[in-house]
């Protein structure tokens, strides 16, 4: 691998030069979910299709300054039929390949840095967007959306664990008025506003934000959205790969793919966890303690999602 501080100007140059837009929107990829639910990994995985390249988190406010310009705050909402100019602009650019990083974030290799120079197609991969994601879906047609969605204990503990909470931009963790300001922002009906209102912890907080991000993507369905549990992709590994692109459309790389499933991402640090994916995703029993676990099933109450140890019924509730 070549060092990070070697290359971290020249690629930046690199993709200053490469992403000028001219990419097609209709084979663009989007993946999206909430920090810490295995968005990178699917990202890196199917970036194993030839002629594709990543793009990073384009609301990322320091690697792509022009997100904040264009209005996205940390946790965008946007309502389907919602007319705004700049976060069209914006995302019409992201999509079709006419917005670069600052600081761009993939595995800094020969090989990688070739294919990133010569692709034609994207995948862009988002832990910002869930909420747009309805209003995207209305005004775009990418190849497909893939919606990725982890058990609400694994996704905060390892959120604790890293810090990477979708606000750390600035601050550790959402405070009680930011998630109030989010809930009236959605629209939240007053029975749930109320209880938000009964906040007394940081993990309840955490719990409030990711049913929030659920609630969006999973009360909007959409042909151009597949629905994908992390759960099942570690369970089912090829066999739900395989169903993934065959949505997208790429099912005749499946075998290139599949070899890459059992790889950490870059996000995930191998000193301090498990690159076992079967322990990682049931990790959250052992990090949790029984008072923050009681808290998290407190906070999805007041959404009406529930879960029971491994389950979570959400993706079986209709909204």
Known sequence: MISNQTLKYPLYLLDK??????????DTIVISGSPRTGTTWIMETLDKIPGYTTVFEPLHHTWFPE???????????????????????????VLSGGVSSRSPQYRR???????RLFASKLIVKFVRANRIIP??????????????IRHPC???????????????????????????????????????TGKLEGITSEIEALAAVWAMDQLIPLSNPHPRMYTLPYERLVERGVEEMGEVLSFLR????????????????ITVDTSVTTTDFRQRSSSWRRNLTEGQIEGISRALSWFDMGFE??????????F
């Open 17 to 26: 030069a490469k992403f000028r837009g001219g990419f097609d929107v209709g």
């Open 67 to 93: 997100s904040r310009e264009a209005g996205f705050t940390l946790k965008p909402y946007a309502t389907k039929g919602a007319v705004n100019a700049a976060m069209g602009e914006y995302i019409g650019g």
């Open 109 to 115: 290799s020969l090989g990688n840095i070739m294919k």
């Open 135 to 148: 209003w995207m879906l209305e005004n775009y047609e990418p190849r497909g959306l893939l919606y990725v």
């Open 154 to 192: 694994a996704t905060i503990s390892s959120q604790i664990r890293t810090g990477y909470t979708g606000y750390d931009l600035y601050e550790p963790y959402p405070g009680k008025e930011e998630v109030l300001r989010e809930a009236a922002e959605i629209g939240l009906d007053r029975e749930i």
């Open 250 to 265: 790429e099912a005749d790389y499946l075998e290139t793919v599949a070899s890459d499933l059992n790889r950490p991402s």
């Open 309 to 318: 140890d491994e389950e979570y019924t959400i993706l079986d509730h209709r």
